[in-house]
């Protein structure tokens, strides 16, 4: 049976052209919902969104508390972190919320942690037999001895939407990096580089709370557009967050992010980057277990995993199945204007 009421959603991070923007929007086309929205930053474009109904300004000395006591005087029933690292944050203090009868909308705790560390959860992707680029967890410059050339330089920890992502075509490049994000207690990580001509591709698995995949969605990624070009040289690409191109059936592409899913045991919903090797195989070198950036592209498509997730949540019926319309799906940015004369805690 169908619940009448509108269904109160908080999104935890809602900066611009994010995760949470694109969260509200999915939920906007879905329906049936009342969509609020908090952020540390008075400036964060979704205060200014009119796919917010409100939004709130949270506390980063005391953030659980804040979140939490929006949450609580507003009748939230679901809390949907809307970026990285609101969702480390919430996923440390899940027993908080479910105590307060506020059901939070992410992957388990365990997969957070696993997936959090990229070192960590590509060595439990090779023991599941999966084919990854070489990886290698660097503690100090002498670990990059033996990693192939070219490779990326990146952090092990908090490496979304290519923050601090380089990529070394020598040993004494990569020294460079590495003891860039050394000296910023980074936690670098290196992989062998995966060229990008047989495709590049972000697909999200949606598990149910049981662990039973509920669907999966491909797009091969276009780079004809600066927005989803993070760094660009002749012999390589760094993709940005900001993904779009081709939507249609993948199916091994599909296939191989679904045995990934299922080996980490995914409780929600997960995003798998990868490329196809020179050999036609697909090479994950990024997983988040969240929602992706890319959910309102998704939800053009017909498959939107946001309310999809949320109704199982609540136990009610799906409205739709998951399943997507091929096509070109494309994106860009969006202004605005404040006229408030006073944004508190503005800068």
């Not at 100090?140 to 990529?167: Q, R, T």
């Amino acid at each position: 049976m169908s619940d009448p009421s509108p269904i109160t959603v908080l999104i935890a991070g809602i900066a611009g052209a994010s995760l949470g923007t694109e969260i509200a929007k999915s939920l906007r086309n879905a329906g049936g919902y009342r969509v609020l929205g908090c952020d540390i930053n008075p400036l964060a474009y979704g205060h200014f969104d009119q796919a917010f109904d409100e939004t709130f300004n949270a506390d980063p000395n005391a953030y659980i508390e804040s979140v939490l006591r929006i949450a609580r005087e507003n009748a939230v029933r679901v809390l949907v972190p809307g970026g990285e690292v609101p969702a480390k944050l919430l996923a440390a203090a899940a027993e908080i919320f479910t105590a307060s009868n506020i059901i939070l909308a992410q992957n388990s705790p365990e997969v957070a942690r696993v997936a959090g560390d990229k070192a960590a959860c590509f060595e439990r992707l090779a023991a599941l037999g999966i084919a990854i680029p070489e990886t290698r967890a660097i503690a100090e410059v002498g670990d990059l001895c033996g990693i192939p050339m070219p490779s990326i330089i990146k952090p092990s920890i908090a490496s979304g939407g290519s923050s601090f992502v380089f990529f070394a075509r020598s040993h004494e490049e990569a020294s460079l990096y590495a003891t860039y994000l050394l000296r910023n207690n980074l936690a670098p990580l290196a992989q062998s580089y995966i060229p990008e001509a047989k495709g590049e591709f972000t697909v999200g698995v949606l598990s149910n709370p049981n662990g039973t995949t509920e669907g999966v969605i491909a797009l091969r990624r276009s780079f004809n557009a600066k927005l989803s070009v993070m760094t660009r040289g002749k012999d390589f690409l760094i993709s940005s967050g900001y993904t779009q191109g081709r939507i249609e059936a993948f199916p091994e592409i599909c296939a191989s992010a679904q045995r990934i899913a299922e080996g980490l045991d995914s409780r929600g919903p997960l995003n798998v980057q990868g490329r196809v090797d020179a050999d036609g195989q697909f090479i994950p070198f990024e997983i988040n277990p969240r929602f992706s950036a890319s959910t309102y592209l998704r939800t053009l498509a017909g498959f939107n995993e946001v309310d999809h997730f949320i109704r199982t949540l609540l136990k009610l019926p799906p409205r739709a199945t998951l399943e997507a319309r091929p096509g070109w799906y494309l994106r860009s940015l969006t202004e605005t204007l404040s006229n408030a004369a006073d944004i508190a805690g503005a800068t």
